[in-house]
């Protein structure tokens, strides 16, 4: 069944077109920033209450205009050690491996020009059938969804899981890695596959607001080999302002006002690559980026005759189920 409903959500022509969906270039308009209100964000079915442990304070600074105005600290999740060590580099072997096969070279611009050296791609092996939108789709619909075949984590691939025969020796473990991500939010969200973003030592991201259009209420990513400081900057007001360090191991999500209202960036600007007095050196860095679908009007039951699913399901540089 869930077949079906992935191979009737694909258009062939969409796919290709995430990257070209997925940032929103700040053009810089200005108006008054008043006391936060969700008025024109849109909002989940279920409130989305992350609480970022106390090891996360000394990482994370609020500008006084941030306060002043009246926004939530929580628009902004942190966990500095969301994975140990031997997690992390199962992580950074893996990514590397998907990006030899499907990214294997950096490029330079972007095509809004928002990220310069970088490669990508997206995993779909590492998103559980049931998180997926074509899993929401069947269950509005009131079919089964099939387990997936890779659910152990030791379980060597087999030929004989049809469409799942290149499988690589360790999703499974990832999943379950991945699932404790996925596991903070309630279950009414669905997810798009991990994107996985490398940026090479003399790469960065400009400012930008992850497209409206393309995914949800939440942003988030995995944060692997190098240190960055990310700022969020309120795109009216750039003194309404968060700075966040993000080391290696460490796991962000932006909510709400923040992913609707501010940009973010990893800039290679000395200046802002600073905690504390101290430098954070430019580095080759790997997230794992998180991002919810936008779920349709009508629910995902409706997702099949508006064509919206085609918008979520559509992937760049896919790797077409690997
Ligand atoms: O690498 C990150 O943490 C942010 C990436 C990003 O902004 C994006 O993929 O839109
Ligand atoms: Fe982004």
New binding site residues.
Partial sequence: MLNTVRNSCRIPHMVNTTVQRRHFIEAGRKSRVTKPSCGDIPQPKEPINLASPASAKPLIKYSDAFIKHGYSKGDIYLHPEFIDTEEHDLLVRSCNKKLRRLANNYEQGHFDKRIHNYRECTVSAWLPNKLGVAGHIAKAMGHHIDEDPIDLPDRAPTKKSSGWSSIGKHDGQIRHILERVWGLFPPHLAWLPPHILDLHEDGEILP?I?NPEYSGFV?GGLCLLGSAVSTFKHANDPSIRVDVLLPPGSLYFMTNHIRYQFT?EITANPEQRAWGGQPIPKAHRISLMFRDAKEPVGGWGSALTTGCATTTMASAKSDHGI
């Fill in positions: 930008h992850d942003v973010h």
